[in-house]
Structure formats: structure tokens, C-alpha cells
């Protein structure tokens, strides 16, 4: 992660990770936004240290900093779709994602993530598609 392009992407008030300690520090996006906060800032918010110090096992707030592939936009495979079908498929996507919300990833303005890309293949009826090219296009980005 590159300091001055992150701090700019860190969500607001995204929990950041103060466990200098944890084995998974080097590649866990709260600890490595901890890292690219200016000096100048007043308040964090972070993860309960005593929380983290009680934690058995995995810890629950690890977010792996590799990128993941965001689909944006999915016009393409309603237009390849029989108008019958079309229809029960975009009735389905508006009951799983919301009326508004499913505009929105339909005309690319909200990304969709990997596991949301396969449910709407799932949905649509093409769940063995390739995901690398079934829908419009595709940025990375990390899983905040």
C-alpha cells in the first residue's frame, strides 16, 4: 500500500489495528492505514486493545491488503438474456441487492464485489460464466 495514495482511500472512520505485534501485521490493512496516518490528526479509531488481547485463535479483523477485482456494471449479460427471462432475472437482482441499489451496480456506479459478482451470475443463471469477462468492466481495489 502506498502511503499517500491510502490515506486518501481509507474509509471514514475505518477501525485501524494499533497490535504492532500481530503475525499478520505486514499484510493487514488496519495496521498498514495506521501506519499512513499523518501526524496532524487528533483521533483514530481503532480496534479495542483489550479485545485484541483477549482473542483466541484468527483474529476476526484481519483485511488482507491484496487487491481484490471489483465487477462495475453488468448491462452486458442482461441484454444476452431472452426477454422473458430478463425480466424474472432483474425482478430477483431487485429483491437480493434493493430497487436503488441495483440500478446502481447495473450502470456501473456502485462496484460489486467477488462474492456478489458470483451471486448474480448465480442469479442470473450462469454461475459457470467466466467472471473475468462477464460483466462490463473492472477496477481493483482493496476489501476494506
Not at 488482507?64 to 452486458?76: D, H, I, L, Q, W
Not at 450502470?107 to 469477462?133: C, F, H, Y
Request: aromatic fraction near 12%.
Amino acid at each position: 500500500m502506498n502511503p499517500e495514495t491510502a490515506l486518501s482511500q481509507i474509509p471514514f472512520d475505518y477501525a485501524l489495528c494499533l497490535d504492532h505485534e500481530c503475525p499478520k501485521a505486514a499484510n493487514c490493512l488496519r495496521q498498514l492505514s495506521a501506519q499512513s496516518m499523518p501526524a496532524d490528526k487528533d483521533y483514530w479509531n481503532i480496534v479495542s486493545p483489550k479485545r485484541l488481547a483477549a482473542l483466541k485463535g484468527d483474529c476476526p479483523f484481519f483485511r488482507t491488503s491484496e487487491k481484490v477485482r471489483y465487477a462495475k456494471g453488468f448491462m452486458n449479460l442482461l441484454d444476452n438474456l431472452p426477454y422473458n427471462k430478463r425480466r424474472t432475472v432483474i425482478s430477483l437482482l431487485i429483491a437480493r441487492f434493493g430497487q436503488r441499489t441495483y440500478y446502481r451496480i447495473r450502470k456501473g456506479e456502485r462496484l460489486l464485489s467477488p462474492d456478489e459478482q458470483r451471486t448474480v451470475l448465480n442469479i442470473i443463471g450462469q454461475p459457470e460464466a467466466n467472471m473475468e469477462s462477464a460483466f462490463d468492466a473492472y477496477v481493483e481495489g482493496y476489501a476494506w
